[in-house]
């Protein structure tokens, strides 16, 4: 029973999006806390933005909640129904006060996901560090909020909006550098990313797969409010900013990703890696519109919103289908899976088309939004200014470098988890046709309905693209583009022979008949510890991007009487990373400041009393 | 040409280029070496042989057909060498494209539980990220002399040639694309073995395509590719495993300063 209204909770909390969907024009409702002043007041409205984010809700919701169908109670239920709520708060506030209360809600129930085996010491750990980062974040976006509505004279986001361009450069600015700070940590841009590997991976499936999948897009969709209502239009330098952070992102993420040896974490480097290339169009955009080549601005727009969408889709059918993994071989590190395809014969296909999609391999849907970022990406044009030319150029071959890193993660945790034969002898729970499969096959039908037929995305996009480029100052270039201009990605083309020939090869292999024979391995026995494993599969990666990982490996040979015959070799192998290094080391620094600072906390009533009669005294002398 | 007699043609011929290189590097080592027809009659004899299968996945049959099928896209993807147009062709498509047979052959590989067959798919995919950036930006930039230059070091990897791997060697410990392909036998080597032919020969026509010149020009320089190639061969060793890096950084470096060059008005490079 409870089980069913976890189900229905949920689904609720999806209908919910679709209906705001719908309510598009429809006048937006208020609400005034009672004695509070008119600033705090709390607007809401759909507008054309929120569009494919709330799509992205009503796609991805279903599924996780299918998935959650066999598990979970009411309670954590109600949880992930408020935390998608909170999330459509977001996207539908139109004021200072309604953005930020949904936005520290948001961060609170999230929060509590992530602290669902608060048991753990990692979890609470992991959470520390999330509450930290999640708060001064919030702290900065608040920051920048309050200084455009104080520039701009009011709290209404219309107002502030049709305010921006005329008020000081500096003042959007600085508002946009609060604001590049606070989202980009809540997207897990470098060097803010530090939290995410720890925190998304502890939380249960269901809630990592919301929380990849769809609060780290409210982050995108809060910096393309900034970019293009509330402090547009911004200089181009911002572009060059916005893209660079995107690109370090994207590479830095792809590279942990590959030689990542634990599924989940994998999956939270592969979200910094795709939440940086969505950033880094959103840097295109910007110096496109900037420089005034708004054809270009529009395709960067269309295809980072596409990219938010299949991301977020195929990242929580990842996530689902880890926790399905999880859940039947009671782990989750790479270097103990293997085999998974005979135990999970329903959800290995499905979690394949997702890694298809994370690898942005044609048909699946992430070719066809990267494909579309590539696009915008070569772009150029006559007459364009060198250093966005350049810099575009440059995007390419860094985005590419993300692309090709990513398709090691990807085709490493595919191959090593569920092909070959398990590593280790515990038992896998062989799984059934059930609800969890059906999410995640609901998650891999949308993740290829999107590659197989991008134009009708595309379609739909165009008119939310239209309207916030033009949302600022009306260009004529921008309400002429046609329906139809960009040419859709050729997933279907491309796969089309390629499927075709798997076919063909498959009846072949019917007929004529494959014989099935032993591994040869130089007559050694073929046991399951001679596979390959995840840290050996990218040990080439290590070496060559040592520089930036630190590896340090440990060998211990031990006993047996020779060092040529030992009785047993332990390996260890871990890397670090740069930002990594210097976050730890920051965070010693404020627990030694902080170890110095209880001093001052003594315990005792009179001290503290003493400490308010210092602070009205000095209140007094500075409002003198 | 139109784009069906290219596709129909590259495709039949690409044996034919790649027996070419094996008797041209053959003479060049002072052998007789093959006929330059000898890589149709393996083609031959494997397609008539039983095929022998290691792994566990009932789709394995399938990945020769897509290995086939991508480098038959490919073709279709080439640019037409006549009459001369403007150089366009969809690079990030190609690479996703050619990143696709990648898959399907690396998960192959470590479904047979061999650790050849792994330890060459770890390298394939490593080198395969590096070259990604330098093909695309090779490709955008269009014909120059950099860009082609760079498209020649990613063919080299991408073909299996050394100084990056040797596709003559079945030495385990430095097999990369052969390692990949160590466990198909029979028909199904067969449909492998002629997409790499196809895709070697796609390759080279693009890399023709790239370099100044078009039309008649461009028959001219897939010969000289042909030539040049087994050249390379015989004058370099294979590299060691870890400075291939450098090779695909060098690769990029030209990509890049190819439009670099081209942006600041020097359309030639």
Redesign the interface.
């Known amino acids: 029973m409870t089980r069913i209204v976890h189900f229905a909770i949920l689904l609720a909390s999806a209908a919910l999006a679709a209906w705001a969907i719908l309510a598009l024009g429809a006048p937006g409702f208020s609400l005034l806390p009672a004695f509070a002043p008119p600033e705090l007041r709390l607007d809401f409205a759909v507008t054309s933005s929120a569009l494919p984010f709330l799509a992205l809700i009503a796609l991805v919701v279903p599924g996780v909640a299918l998935w959650g169908l066999e598990r979970g109670g009411a309670s954590d239920g109600a949880k992930l129904a408020l935390f998608v709520v909170t999330m459509i708060g977001v996207f539908l506030a139109q004021s200072v006060a309604a953005f930020f209360v949904c936005w520290e809600a948001m961060a609170l129930i999230s929060a509590l996901l992530i602290a669902a085996h608060h048991e753990r010491r990692d979890v609470r750990r992991a959470l520390l560090s999330y509450l930290i980062v999640s708060q001064t974040g919030a702290f900065c976006i608040l920051a920048a909020l309050a200084l455009l509505a104080a520039a701009a004279g009011s709290t209404q986001f219309a107002a502030i909006a049709h305010a921006a361009p005329a008020l000081p450069a500096q003042t959007r600015t600085v508002a946009m550098a609060f604001a590049l700070v606070g989202f980009g940590s809540k997207a897990g841009l470098v060097p803010l990313h530090f939290w995410l590997p720890r925190a998304h991976p502890v939380a249960p499936a269901n809630a990592s797969a919301l929380l990849s999948g769809v609060m780290l897009n409210v982050a995108v969709y809060g910096l393309i409010v900034f970019a293009f209502a509330l402090a547009a239009p911004l200089p181009p330098a911002w572009g060059f900013v916005i893209l660079g952070t995107g690109l370090v992102s994207a590479v830095t993420g792809a590279l942990f990703a590959?030689v990542d040896t634990d599924f989940k974490k994998l999956l939270a480097f592969s979200s910094i890696e795709h939440l940086g290339i969505i950033v880094a169009t959103l840097g295109l955009a910007v110096a496109g519109y900037a420089a005034g080549f708004y054809l270009l601005t529009a395709l960067a727009l269309m295809a980072l919103l596409m990219h938010a969408i299949v991301h977020g889709v195929f990242k929580a059918l990842l996530f689902l289908g880890a926790g399905t993994v999880a859940e039947a071989a009671g782990r989750t590190s790479l270097e103990q899976l293997g085999?998974l395809?005979?135990a999970l014969p329903f959800t290995t296909p499905l979690v394949l088309i997702g890694c298809?999609a994370a690898?942005?391999?044609?048909p699946a849907s992430g070719?066809a939004s990267?494909?579309l970022v590539?696009?915008s990406l070569?772009l150029g044009a006559s007459g364009m200014p060198?250093p966005l030319?350049?810099a575009m150029?440059?995007s390419?071959?860094?985005l590419?470098?993300a692309?090709?890193?990513a398709?090691?993660a990807f085709?490493?945790l595919?191959?090593?988890a569920f092909?070959?034969?398990p590593r280790s002898a515990h038992p896998v729970v062989p799984e059934r046709r059930s609800a969890p499969v059906a999410g995640l096959a609901w998650l891999a039908t949308i993740t290829l309905a999107i590659g197989l037929f991008p134009a009708s995305a595309m379609d739909r996009l165009q008119d939310v693209v239209r309207a916030l480029t033009i949302g600022v100052s009306p260009d004529p270039r921008l309400v002429t583009f046609l329906p139809g201009f960009f040419s859709a990605?050729?997933g279907i083309t491309?796969?089309?022979?390629?499927?075709?020939?798997?076919?063909?090869?498959?009846l072949?292999?019917?007929s004529?008949?494959?014989?099935?024979?032993?591994?040869?391995?130089?007559g050694s026995p073929?046991t399951?510890r001679?596979?390959?494993t995840a840290t050996?599969?990218?040990?080439?990666?290590r070496?060559?991007f040592s520089f930036v990982l630190m590896p340090d490996r440990q060998r211990i040979v031990e006993g047996g009487g020779s060092a040529w015959f030992p009785a047993r070799i332990r390996y260890a192998v871990r890397t670090r990373d740069v930002v990594d290094e210097a976050a730890r080391r920051f965070a010693a620094l404020v627990q030694r400041f902080a170890r110095r600072a209880r001093i001052v906390q003594a315990g005792r009533l009179r001290v503290y009393l003493v400490y308010a009669v210092v602070a009205v005294l000095v209140l007094l002398v500075a409002a003198r | 040409m139109n784009a069906l007699p290219q596709a129909l043609l590259i495709v039949l011929l690409a044996p034919l280029a790649h027996g070419l290189m094996v008797t041209i590097r053959a003479r060049l080592q002072g052998r007789p070496g093959p006929s330059p027809l000898q890589p149709y009659a393996d083609l031959r004899k494997l397609w008539s042989k039983?095929?022998?299968?290691?792994?566990?996945?009932a789709?394995l049959?399938?990945?020769?057909?897509?290995?086939?099928?991508?480098a038959?896209?490919f073709v279709?993807l080439l640019p037409p060498l006549d009459p001369v147009q403007s150089f366009a062709i969809?690079?990030?498509?190609l690479?996703?494209?050619l990143?696709?047979?990648?898959?399907?052959l690396?998960?192959a590989a470590?479904?047979?539980?061999?650790?050849?067959s792994?330890?060459a798919?770890?390298?394939e995919?490593?080198f395969?990220?590096?070259?990604?950036?330098?093909?695309?930006?090779a490709l955008?930039a269009g014909p120059g002399v950099l860009a082609a230059l760079a498209l020649l070091l990613v063919m080299l990897a991408e073909t299996a040639r050394i100084p990056v791997d040797n596709s003559e060697t079945h030495y385990?410990l430095t097999m990369v694309h052969e390692g990949l392909v160590?466990?198909y036998s029979g028909?199904?080597l067969a449909?492998v073995q002629a997409a790499a032919y196809v895709r070697q020969a796609s390759f080279v026509v693009l890399a023709a395509l790239l370099l100044p010149g078009a039309g008649a020009f461009a028959y001219a320089w897939i010969a000289t590719i042909l030539v040049a190639l087994p050249l390379i061969e015989r004058a370099f060793a294979k590299m060691r495993?870890?400075d291939v890096?450098q090779l695909f950084a060098s690769a990029?470096m030209l990509?890049?300063a190819s439009?670099?060059l081209r942006?600041l008005g020097h359309p030639i490079w």
């Not at chain 1, 690898?359 to 044609?362: D, K, V």
């Not at chain 1, 491309?494 to 498959?506: K, Q, R, T």
């Not at chain 1, 004529?512 to 130089?522: E, H, K, L, Q, S």
């Not at chain 1, 050996?536 to 990666?541: I, Q, V």
Request: aromatic share 10%.
């Open positions: 590959a085999g395809g005979r298809m690898a942005a391999l044609p070719f990267e494909w590539f696009r070569t060198l030319h350049g150029i440059a390419i071959a860094m590419a470098l692309g090709g890193l398709a090691i085709v490493k595919f191959g090593i092909l070959g034969v990605p050729p491309l796969a089309f022979l390629p499927f075709a020939g798997a076919i063909v090869a498959m072949l292999a019917r004529a008949g494959v014989r099935a024979v032993p591994t040869w391995t130089c073929v399951p001679a596979q390959y050996a599969f990218s040990k080439p990666l070496r060559i | 039983e095929a022998l299968s290691s792994g566990h996945g789709w049959p399938a990945v020769p057909g897509v290995v086939l099928g991508v038959v896209t279709f969809d690079a990030v498509g690479a996703l494209l990143a696709l047979s990648r898959f399907a690396v998960l470590i479904d047979t539980r061999s650790s050849f792994a330890m798919a770890s390298r995919m490593t395969a990220s590096l070259t990604e950036a330098p093909l695309i930006v955008v385990e160590l466990e028909w199904q449909m495993l870890f890096p990029t990509a890049l439009v670099g942006l």
